[in-house]
């Protein structure tokens, strides 16, 4: 026996030569931090979308976020707060999923075989999550660390701006397959293996959760596309990334 096989053979057990519990308790975190991501990932979509409705109601939103409703004007340092935690998360998540990666490349060798062998659909769905999840833990670090330290940057034409002039658009537009398929089917996996919707018919539950997750995906990426193209065309506009502020009479309208 290999000292890798070894190793792999007493993991999770103590060195009392007791089953561990570890293992299942950063299964559970996985989840816990994989189901937040995934809800996050929902909701900041439908965020970023709100640009479709017209500059002044993704600004309004902004402003929400900047807790404007308390400080008179916005606060885009309380933005900063939310996403150092989303990027907590994140972190940790990537980290806990790590965990299951093939480590080397006889480990990658093994599991491709095994997967073009049996040819199994949730095989292949775990093989596209780790893929995408990979590319997201560069792309989306660079992201979240923009928004942590700009947060004054956000808004419809400030984020058109990034967009294009600073040639973040390439980055932004694998960052949206790679989310939104990851997202998609790693809510699906979670459902089925904590067996929240299982019942008298698991397999057909299964199969139910299985189109659901791809109509999720098919529809937040055809939304994310159509913003995308939004933020574009406007960034196409822009020269000036500070406009949101000097144009934009958010008090007037939207505080009347």
């Known amino acids: 026996m290999t000292n890798e096989s070894i190793l792999e053979s007493y993991s999770g057990v103590t060195p009392e030569r007791k089953k561990s519990r570890m293992p299942a308790k950063l299964d559970w ?49 309380v933005v900063s707060f939310i996403v150092a935690f989303v990027f907590v998360v994140f972190i940790a998540h990537a980290f806990l999923a790590m ?14 075989t095994h997967k073009d062998l049996m040819r199994h659909g949730d095989t292949t769905l775990w093989w596209i999550q780790a893929m ?12 979240l660390y923009i928004m942590m330290t700009q947060p004054q940057t956000i808004g ?53 959760l299985k189109k659901l997750k791809t109509l999720m995906s098919a529809f937040l990426i055809v939304l994310g596309l159509l913003t995308f193209g939004a933020y574009v065309k406007k960034g196409l506009e822009q020269t000036d990334p500070n406009i949101d502020y000097k144009y934009f009479d958010y008090k007037r309208t939207h505080h009347r």
């Open 29 to 77: 975190w996985q989840s816990a931090t994989g189901l937040f991501l995934g809800l996050f990932m929902i909701g900041h979509m439908f965020f970023v979308s709100t640009i479709l409705l017209g500059d002044n109601a993704m600004l309004w939103v902004t402003k929400k976020f900047e807790l404007d409703f308390i400080f008179e004007g916005g606060k885009p340092v």
């Open 99 to 112: 965990r299951k990666f093939p480590i080397n490349y006889r480990q990658y060798l093994t599991f491709k």
């Open 132 to 143: 995408t999840g990979f590319a997201m833990f560069f792309l989306g670090s660079v992201h």
């Open 156 to 208: 419809p034409v400030s984020s058109s701006f990034r967009m294009v002039s600073e040639w973040m658009w390439p980055l932004y537009l694998v960052l949206l397959f790679a989310v939104e398929l990851h997202g998609s089917v790693g809510l699906y996996r979670l459902a089925v293996k904590w067996g929240w919707f299982d019942g008298e018919t698991p397999d057909k539950t299964r199969a139910n």
